[in-house]
């Protein structure tokens, strides 16, 4: 990056105010002096969540000189709530300022087209670096240190505390529960993810029994006192009579021992798995990518992976884990097990020879079935990533809100923690209907069978509320929503595609075993494109657009990789970076002929 553009950053606005300041307003001349870390997230993405841990190293190491500042950013109408960003800050422990922006005015104002997306701004108001995606943090570690020793030689390097002020702490037995377990002796068992324990409750589903871990983030196995986990989630009961824990941020899956309080480590690395790494072998060998809930199935544990969007299995008595679902690419797309598309699958279920999945992303309900030898995979209710809403009646045009759970019911339905929409909601089979079973919940993301009475998991009350299944469903008005982002105008006929990847300085291309770039493209419609969709190598492409086509959505995912230049190492250190965009275009005479989505760097339209 020896010859930056510079560009004036745009001032940072957003109707919803700003979080983690203590009530006070912030603006970009006040923090002149600062490197500013822009990073452009909203709370359903686990991508965005990925990089918020990404993060929190570089926030501490360089405190005095960078400020962070979370710009929130939604994509579901829950997301522009006040108090859901509230408590998403506080479920993940944001600890930097954040700013609201439900309209996305500051989103538009810097031209961001994914989410997560980071923008760096230099001490003097420029912005000098753009990344999208994830596996950036290496990168801007030594962009920092680069901006640092140039700017304190310029004098222009203001040194000191940041503007980042904690909320207080409110005194709850549970802090933003994820999922919830009944265990054989009538208690409960849920995971406190929060507060990064798992909290037994008696049978009323209020008093604590015991806590089992430390209450702080780590990767520690031993005693109920000792052990550490980091945002735990979903629980699934494994033959042994143990507890299979998915430990989400540790990218790793846990074994909970209720008799004797022991935590094991059962599978993962503590490394988040990347594109190329290993996707079957030795468990404690291969590493996860955000496992968010478990579910015993087909004599396999099954892992609903989220950060890559794919279901993944472990075998106890092999000590193995392997990818059994999904492509990584996200998205809705029905077929045979390994070409199967999911987007944040986040909850699973069993009845009978059905796999349930809450599949978030696409607001969608998803089966996986034994087909013969192999599993198919099939879709119940939701169409894609950009439809969504609280719609009852027939499934083919039902619609669901970002749900994180599914629950088997006795007679063969579904139910369905229908989260965004604060909703509990029921899919039956037997008549292809969906309706809705309770509103007023606040976040629900799971739910368990108790005494004929229904669980549920109320993560946004820090609670759980017993419900009675009701013999008649709730009655509520339909209403349906689209992802609201402006459109790109495109011109008809060719467009040019470019990803725009630069290498971080002190880097470049790892070419020593072939091309180190990826590129797949599709659409929604398919028929919107004619030409250059599938998979490549080039950043570039050309793409030819369907005659009398008017709209539609580009779905790009890129990857590159890079490695030290360092001709002296035989064996630099790599690193991966990755990002998908779904593109919302319009096709109209005029429009553009050239769509640039910056992975790293800075895109020179001028050349």
């Not at 505390?161 to 933003?176: A, H, I, N, Q, S």
């Not at 909850?347 to 013969?372: F, N, P």
Request: hydrophobic share 40%; charged share 25%.
């Amino acid at each position: 990056m020896a010859s930056r553009a510079r560009v004036r950053a745009p001032e940072l606005i957003g109707r919803g105010g700003w979080l983690n300041t203590g009530g006070t307003d912030l603006t970009l001349t006040e923090l002149r002096g600062r490197i500013v870390i822009l990073d452009f997230w909203t709370f359903c993405c686990v991508n965005c969540l990925h990089v918020l841990d990404e993060l929190r190293e570089l926030e501490e190491k360089h405190r005095d000189t960078v400020v962070i500042v979370g710009v929130h950013s939604p994509k579901f109408v829950h997301e522009a709530e006040h108090q859901a960003v509230v408590d998403a800050v506080e479920r993940y422990e944001v600890h930097h300022p954040v700013l609201d922006d439900p309209e996305l005015a500051t989103w538009k104002q810097y031209a961001v087209r994914a989410w997560p997306t980071l923008v760096v701004i230099d001490p003097e108001g420029y912005v000098v670096a753009q990344h999208a995606g994830e596996g950036h943090a290496h990168a801007l570690e030594t962009f920092v240190a680069q901006l640092e020793a140039e700017h304190a030689a310029k004098g222009t390097l203001r040194r000191g505390d940041g503007p980042f002020v904690p909320p207080e702490p409110v005194p709850t037995e549970l802090r933003f529960p994820g999922k919830a377990l009944l265990l054989p002796g009538g208690t409960f068992l849920v995971s406190d993810t929060t507060r990064h324990q798992l909290v037994e409750l008696a049978a009323d589903g209020e008093t604590v029994v015991r806590r089992i871990g430390a209450g702080e983030r780590g990767l520690t196995d031993g005693t109920g006192e000792r052990a550490r986990f980091s945002e735990p989630q979903g629980l699934a009961p494994l033959p042994d009579g143990t507890v299979a824990v998915a430990d989400t941020v540790n990218h790793a899956l846990r074994r909970y021992d209720p008799a004797t309080g022991e935590v094991t480590t059962l599978a993962g690395t503590g490394r988040q798995w990347w594109q190329g790494s290993p996707t079957e072998g030795p468990a404690r060998e291969v590493d996860l990518s955000s496992p968010w809930d478990v579910a015993w199935f087909a004599g396999r544990l099954w892992i609903a992976m989220a950060g890559v969007h794919q279901l993944w299995t472990y075998d106890p008595e092999a000590g193995t884990v392997r990818a059994a679902a999904g492509t990584t690419n996200e998205g809705l797309v029905d077929g045979p097990a390994g070409e199967a598309w999911f987007a944040q699958p986040s909850g699973l279920a069993t009845t009978g020879d059905r796999l349930w999945i809450a599949d978030s992303e696409t607001s969608a309900v998803r089966y996986l079935q034994r087909d013969g030898e192999d599993f198919t995979v099939r879709t119940a209710v939701g169409t894609g990533l950009f439809d969504f809403g609280h719609r009852d009646g027939a499934a083919e045009q039902a619609l669901l809100q970002h749900p994180l759970g599914v629950t088997a019911l006795p007679d063969g339905s579904v139910a369905i923690s229908d989260t965004y929409n604060h909703a509990l909601r029921r899919y039956d089979p037997a008549t292809d209907e969906v309706t809705t079973l309770a509103t007023d919940l606040r976040e629900p993301s799971g739910a368990v069978l108790a005494d004929g009475d229904i669980v549920v998991v109320e993560s946004a009350r820090h609670r759980l509320t017993r419900l009675r299944l009701p013999e008649e469903a709730v009655r509520v008005e339909a209403v349906a929503h689209r992802t609201q982002r402006a459109a790109t105008g495109i011109a008809p006929g060719k467009l040019r595609l470019d990803v725009v990847f630069q290498a971080p300085e002190g880097q470049k291309l790892d070419t020593r075993y072939g091309p180190s770039t990826r590129l797949l493209v599709s659409s929604t419609p398919p028929e919107l494109l004619a030409g250059g969709d599938g998979a490549g190598t080039d950043l570039s492409r050309e793409l030819v657009l369907t005659e009398g086509m008017t709209e539609g959505v580009l779905h790009v995912s890129a990857m590159a990789a890079s490695c030290d230049d360092d001709p002296a190492n035989e064996y630099p250190a790599c690193h991966v970076h990755q990002q998908d965009w779904g593109v919302p275009v319009r096709i109209t005479e005029g429009g553009a002929d050239r769509l640039p989505l910056v992975l790293a760097g800075m895109d020179d339209t001028s050349g």
